[in-house]
């Protein structure tokens, strides 16, 4: 597949500051109905909460472990996952806007001493490194694998591990929705698990699970367009009309490519040699 873009986080940074405030009303109004009572924690990624513990769990860290989120977003993942682990994160975001959000909801769950949070892109920054354990939720579709690997594999002492959770290609994707499952989301590509599995061994990583999430991510995607027509008024209400328009024209054509069976959901965990 020779249709990779080059990375661009000058691009993601954009994409998250400008669409964080409508994203997040309106999601924090459709997701809860979407994963059903207590599965929504605020996440952007396309997981439930029982999901999430389980990436957590297949880590297997002890409390106090050092944890990187790699693209925190507005911290619900590290906030949950710091509450119901006990570990020690810092979570990283390219974007200011939803780090703000994050800083809020830290202090309003008293996190924010197991919550630490850096602003800039994750192979810039300057860690406190070595880390337990290192883990995405919804975020490394926007990383050339192989080099974020390596990113991870050099801030991970040896033993630790890696975790993410990701949308994978299952199909042949055509050109408009490669397009817009790529450029429209500022991501180079959308890696299939083979591709996710050479760059994690090319990286010096050994794969440990790899669980194919696809049915339940069939799911929600089904449930967002749903869920998305019967709120209509109040999403149009809290957003616009063409808002609304755009937030429908997305579900509908990610639901119906994964439908198709081109587009499917993995939880990735590996082990740094
Ligand atoms: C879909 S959001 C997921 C947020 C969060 N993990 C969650 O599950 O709610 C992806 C996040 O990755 C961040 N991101 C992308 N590239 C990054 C980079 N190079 N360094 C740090 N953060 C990055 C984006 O700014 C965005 O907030």
């Known amino acids: 597949m020779t249709r990779a873009a080059p990375e661009d986080f000058a691009l993601v940074a954009e994409l ?26 605020g996440q952007f990624s396309d997981n439930s909460a029982s999901e999430l513990r389980a990436l957590a769990a297949a880590m297997d ?31 990283i975001d390219v974007a200011a806007s939803p780090l703000r959000k994050a800083a809020q909801r830290l202090t309003e769950a008293g996190l924010a001493d197991r919550v630490s949070l850096a602003h800039g892109d994750v192979y810039r920054h300057g860690f406190a490194a070595p880390f337990d354990g290192i883990y995405g939720t919804g975020a490394f579709c926007h990383f050339d694998p192989a080099r974020l690997f390596a990113r991870c594999h050099e801030l991970l002492r040896p033993g630790g591990r890696l975790a993410f959770m990701e949308r994978v290609r299952t199909g042949e994707l ?15 590509t959308v890696n299939t698990v083979p591709e996710y599995r050479e760059a994690l061994s090319g990286a010096g990583f050994a794969v440990d699970v790899v669980q194919d999430l696809t049915p339940t991510f069939r799911d929600w995607q089904d449930r967002s367009v749903i869920v998305r027509h019967e709120l209509k008024a109040e999403i149009i209400a809290l957003t616009s ?26 939880l990735v965990t590996a082990t740094a040699r």
């Not at 507005?74 to 979570?91: H, S």
């Not at 055509?174 to 180079?188: D, F, I, K, M, N």
């Not at 009309?241 to 198709?260: G, H, I, M, P």
């Open 61 to 91: 860290l002890a409390p106090d472990s050092a944890v990187l989120d790699i693209g925190c977003g507005t911290a619900p993942v590290a906030a949950f996952l710091a509450g119901e682990f006990g570990w020690r994160i810092t979570g």
């Open 174 to 188: 055509s050109e408009q929705e490669w397009r817009q499952l790529t450029v429209e989301w500022a991501c180079p």
């Open 16 to 41: 998250y500051d400008q669409d964080m405030a409508g994203n997040n009303l309106v999601h924090d109004l459709v997701y809860p109905r979407v994963y059903g009572p207590g599965e929504y924690i």
């Open 241 to 266: 009309a063409e808002y609304f328009e755009t937030s429908v024209r997305l579900a509908d054509y990610e639901n119906a490519v994964t439908k198709a069976g081109k587009l499917g959901y993995a």
